[in-house]
Each structure stands twice: as structure tokens, then as C-alpha cells.
């Protein structure tokens, strides 16, 4: 199994699709590496050799991906909240921050529906 940025990538896909294993890698973004690369995005990445595994690791690395990012992500939105930004009020109350409607949906964000009584009147 290649491990690319500490992430092992699975064998039996094609390469195009293992690399979208790490966040913040997508389907573009995988191919834009494997063009830089110059590696055949329809292999397997149980066919890779060495040479191509490590021209993918230092293509890779060439973006803000796994820990980092995530990072700068909650940086971000600890940031929207200290401000006290719109976002960032949402964030802290737990509603869906872009837009959405919550008046009869958004139980992701919300969480289990609570009860109200005497609501059969």
C-alpha cells in the first residue's frame, strides 16, 4: 500500500481516485497532479513504481493538504466566531451557517428534534 502524506492510498483503485483519499485533494485537483507528474491516470496504484510514487509525493506536496489544512480551516472559522461575524454566530449556536432554512429542516445541524408540550391544541 503507498503511503502518500501519511495516508495510505488504496491498492486496487486507480490512481486518480486513491489520491482523492487525502483531504483536500479532489477529482481535479488529482488529475492536475498526475499531469504534472506525468503519470498515466488510468493505472493502478499497485502498478506505480517508485519513481512515480515519489514524483506524486512531491507534486503533492506542493499544496496545503491533510492536518494543515484542516487546521487553517478551524483556524478560520474560530476567527468568524471571535469577531462575532454572522458565520461566526452560527457557528456558535449550531445553525446552518449558509443560508439554509431552518424552520423545517437542517436536523444535521440542529440536532434531535426537541419536544415542545401542550403543541396538540
Do not use: C, F, W
Request: glycine residues 8%.
Amino acid at each position: 500500500m503507498a503511503r502518500i502524506k501519511g495516508i495510505d492510498v488504496p491498492d486496487n483503485k486507480r490512481i486518480e481516485i486513491a489520491l482523492t483519499y487525502i483531504y483536500g485533494i479532489g477529482r481535479s485537483l488529482s488529475n492536475k497532479i498526475l499531469k504534472d507528474a506525468n503519470v498515466d491516470i488510468n493505472k493502478r496504484a499497485k502498478n506505480l513504481d517508485n519513481d512515480e510514487l515519489g514524483r506524486i509525493r512531491e507534486e503533492v506536496n506542493k499544496y496545503i493538504t491533510e492536518g494543515d489544512l484542516r487546521r487553517e480551516i478551524n483556524m478560520n472559522i474560530k476567527t468568524k466566531m471571535e469577531i462575532n461575524s454572522y458565520e461566526g454566530t452560527r457557528h456558535k449556536k449550531g445553525l446552518p451557517v449558509r443560508g439554509q432554512r431552518t424552520s423545517r429542516n437542517a436536523r444535521t445541524r440542529k440536532g434531535k428534534g426537541k419536544v415542545v408540550a401542550n403543541k396538540k391544541k
